[in-house]
């Protein structure tokens, strides 16, 4: 910025009074009004620089109109309904990321993730109902309008329509079997989905439980990980982790978009027009998406959305009626639950949301852990020289559920600054579960000590984590984005 020229009235103090302009307080004033001058330019050209750029990607977007030629299409609901699809392309990554993160084979050129985003008319909250790709469903007779080929109703899994006639019957699809009007439509490949969790430095997702698929390549640890692109695409990838297979796949998927939500909302991008220009460039330099859905509809979704949270989010999995419904043709499929997937749906076009109002709860939310506190057996001992902090620890052990013994005693050591588990390696998921509820613990194996875990209470204990045993989500089961980030 360019100092201003002084006008002649500066040059001459007589006119001035000596208590209205002391050496100090001139210069003073004059450094604070450069700093409040140039905070106002940066701030309005970083909101410049913002636009801009979200205005010059608008151009680099891959357009297309899957709403073409459609009619007969629903009725317009309240609020706004994206579809977003992910689709398998594998043809884009280098050869490194292959190998790396499993992702050989020929592509399929359809739907791997099918997901309806609803955000509300307050852009307060937003829903997210996972479709499963094996879905049951039936494509009326039709014309091809790109080779005039004449195609017969026959049933088709819900993926396999994005195979046979791209976006357009893919939405045609989903706004028949839903009767939700869809508004816009967004589609994301492996490249920019890896593109994102990067820009974001990262993604954090924590397990209960080892997750380990050796067809993706996945191979977690109980516990809390900060995921890459690549990891992270493993995550939500994996169908052989548990007997769950595609389900327990789009709860994993619901769940890192929780935490993607929470990653973004902490890390200030939103309010960053900087980071948001570099989350914007990742996300939207490789996607394809309607006419409709452009820079100026970003921008205002983003604007209004600036306070959104974790809690803003809830996520879902349309009813299921049959999880093995046989077709001749098909094979086994996935059928809905028609009953339960109206209402579903009818809420969403009421502009309803699905959770129902929750309680505040008092105190740090549990912990998930593997193993349940009930089946972990527990001797406290105290490390340090304070009289009744062992028995502070068994009793704050036994409040979380861990059976303990009711009888602490003194250690060996009576100096102890961190407080210590011991346990048989035999029993190690336990141990880990102990750990979560003294956190900061050190973990110390003693083979052949057998099923009791001995804790050594330490100078640095303040209180005992409250845990639990991690329940398995059900399919239809409705929950908030801050019910499944990490805490």
Known sequence: MSTPTRSPARRQPARRSPARRPPVRRRKSGWAARVVTTLSVGVLAAGGIGHAALTFLDGGISRIDPFRDMKDRPAAGHGMNILLVGTDGRDKVTEKER???????NPCHCTDTIMIVHISADRDRATVVSLPRDTYTRIAARTDPATGARHPDHPIRLNAAYAEGGPGLTVQTVENMTHLK?????????????????VLGGVRVCT????????TGLNLSAGTHVLDGG???????SRHVDGASDLGRMQRQQRFLAALIDRAASSGVLLNPLKLRD?????????????????????GLGR???NFSPSSSEFTTVPIGDMTFQDKELGSTVKWDDAKA?????????DRALAPPRPKKKGPAAVNVDVPPEQIQVQVENGTPAEGLGRSVDDGLLASGFHTTRRPANATDRTVRRTVIVYDPRWDRSAKSLAAALPGSELRPAPGQGPTLKVIAGADFKQVQRVKAAEPQKPEQVVTGDQVVCP
Not at 99 to 105: C, D, F, I, T, V
Not at 183 to 198: Q, W
Not at 208 to 215: G, I, S, T, V
Not at 231 to 237: E, F, I, K, P, S
């Open 342 to 350: 109206r209402a579903l749906f009818r809420s969403l076009r009421d």
């Open 279 to 299: 989350v914007t460039r990742a996300v939207l330099g490789s996607v394809r998406a309607d006419q409709g859905f452009g820079a100026d509809q970003l921008i």
């Open 208 to 215: 209960a439980q080892p997750l380990k698929d050796r067809f």
């Open 304 to 306: 209004a959305m600036r």
């Open 231 to 237: 990891q992270a695409l493993q995550y939500v990838r």
């Open 99 to 105: 190998r790396a993160y499993r992702l050989g084979g």
């Open 182 to 198: 869809i508004d816009h439509y967004m589609e994301v490949d492996f490249i920019t989905f890896m593109k994102t969790v990067d």
